[in-house]
Each structure stands twice: as C-alpha cells, then as structure tokens.
C-alpha cells in the first residue's frame, strides 16, 4: 500500500514560481520513481517530469524543461517539483505517481495522489 500526498499548490501570477511537493508512505518499500503529471478538465493527464529514487536520473516533458527541477529530499521521503517562470499554460491539477521505472507514460506508474491545483493568472 502507497500513499502520496501533494501540497503545494495555489494561486500564483505569470512569471511566478510554484514548489510542489509529494511525500510518499509505504508499507513495504516497492518504490523505484515517481513523477509528476497534469491534467486540465477534457483533457488526458500530461507528463511533467520523473526521477529515479535513488536521484540519478531525471526526466522532462519539453513544455517544462528548462524552468522546472525535479528532486527528492531524502530525509523527508518527498519528491519535489520546483516550477519557474510559470505561465497560464501551466494551469492543472499535479498528480504525483509512483511506479517502478522512470518514464513518461502514466500507465507505468501504479500509484497516485490525488492531485494539487495549480492556477496561473496573467
């Protein structure tokens, strides 16, 4: 059993920055990545980024790359997301998941939260 809870989300101006976190509570430790997806209503949940656990590796859809860092903060079991230079664009629901491999696909990861709002005003 898995538990991921996100926080972090809100109300945030263009050019702002958001710092998403997701902190994961598991029985037996089958955890190998977690990631991070969005999803607007009518529309499918779009990748934002992945890491490994142990923090190696990193991924990132293009639309994020370059203003966004994915990370984990060990002491806290807690993967964060730090969003820059944030636009209208970015405005969705963040899903945390967790899975077994880093990858951008959602149907790899078992597990989700159940999402934090994020809204950018122009």
């Known amino acids: 059993q898995v538990q991921l809870t996100e926080s972090g989300g809100g109300l945030v101006q263009a050019g702002g920055s958001l710092r998403l976190s997701c902190t994961r509570k598991?029985?037996?430790?089958?955890?190998?990545?977690m990631a991070w997806f969005r999803q607007t209503p009518g529309h499918d949940r779009e990748f934002v980024a992945a890491?490994?656990?142990?923090?190696?590796?990193?991924e990132y859809a293009d639309s994020v790359k370059g203003r966004s860092t994915i990370s984990r903060d060990r002491s806290k079991d807690t993967i964060i997301l730090q969003m820059n230079n944030l636009t209208p664009e970015d405005t969705a629901k963040y899903y945390c998941?967790?899975?077994?491999?880093?990858?951008?696909?959602?149907?790899?990861?078992?597990?989700w939260g159940q999402g934090t709002q994020v809204i950018v005003s122009s």
């Open positions: 890491i490994s656990w142990s923090g190696e590796t990193t």
């Open positions: 998941a967790q899975g077994l491999t880093v990858s951008n696909m959602d149907f790899t990861y078992k597990n």
């Open positions: 598991e029985e037996s430790f089958t955890t190998s990545a």
